[in-house]
């Protein structure tokens, strides 16, 4: 099981907050959006490697996103906070309340 990994020149870490710019196709336009939140798994290996970002938002609804490692829609990976767990996947977030959350991770 992986606990770091390195996307477009950053060294992420399992339990960091990130903010990662991805760009999508709307119509005919390019568009940039920022997802973020804490990276709670690394998966796959080799060219199949994924991370998945997990950010609760405003309604108390916890949104997942897989990100491919070498997605080329993956502008830019921002580090906002380094993280310390001691477990490869924090899959046990998905049942924390908001506060607890902002308790251990803040």
Known sequence: MAN???VKDKTIHVGDML???YK???KDKLKQQIFSGILIAIKGSGLNKMF???K???DKVGVE???PMN???IDKIVIVKKGKV???KLYFIRNLSEGELRQRFS
């Open 71 to 73: 997605s080329p829609y």
């Open 52 to 54: 998945t970002v997990r």
């Open 24 to 26: 999508f196709k709307e």
């Open 56 to 58: 609760g938002t405003k």
């Open 4 to 6: 770091s990994l390195t």
């Open 86 to 88: 001691r477990r490869a």
């Open 19 to 21: 903010k990662i710019y």
């Open 65 to 67: 996103r897989i990100f």
